[in-house]
């Protein structure tokens, strides 16, 4: 199973970019799914999630509000539309999915990468101020 990444680019601060993960091997339609990412020299570190259903989203502090994770359930793809970038939101972006099917869990839960079992391998965002 693969999680494929996409979208990751150069841009100046203040425009937008759109982030495309699809898996390949399997379908995690009714799988919790998340964005993380990972400066160099720091720790990887959550940034949105997704339940399941879809009806569900949450967001580390510093991206609401300029953030959106969206999972198109028909075409088996995750999304994260970013907009307002800023330069400290330059990283390198995961998706990663929990093996669970239909599982809920409390609301901290979902920050936590020990939920995610499959992860992609990555893509380049970088913000120039």
């Known amino acids: 199973v693969q999680l494929q990444a996409s979208g990751g680019g150069l841009v100046q601060a203040g425009e937008s970019l759109r982030l495309s993960c699809a898996p390949s091997?399997?379908?995690?339609?009714?799988?919790?799914m998340a964005w993380f990412r990972q400066a160099p020299g720091k720790e990887r570190e959550f940034v949105a999630a997704?339940?399941?259903?879809?009806?569900?989203?949450y967001y580390k502090d510093a991206v609401k509000g300029r953030f959106t994770i969206s999972r198109d359930d028909t075409k088996n793809t995750l999304y994260l539309q970013m907009n307002s970038l800023r330069p400290e939101d330059t990283a390198v972006y995961y998706c990663?999915?929990?093996?669970?099917?239909?599982?809920?869990?409390?609301?901290?839960?979902?920050?936590?990468?020990?939920?995610?079992?499959?992860w992609g391998q990555g893509t380049q965002v970088t913000v120039s101020s």
């Open positions: 990663a999915a929990d093996r669970n099917q239909r599982r809920t869990y409390t609301g901290p839960t979902y920050y936590s990468r020990g939920i995610y079992n499959y």
């Open positions: 997704i339940t399941w259903s879809g009806g569900g989203t």
């Open positions: 091997g399997r379908t995690f339609s009714n799988n919790v």
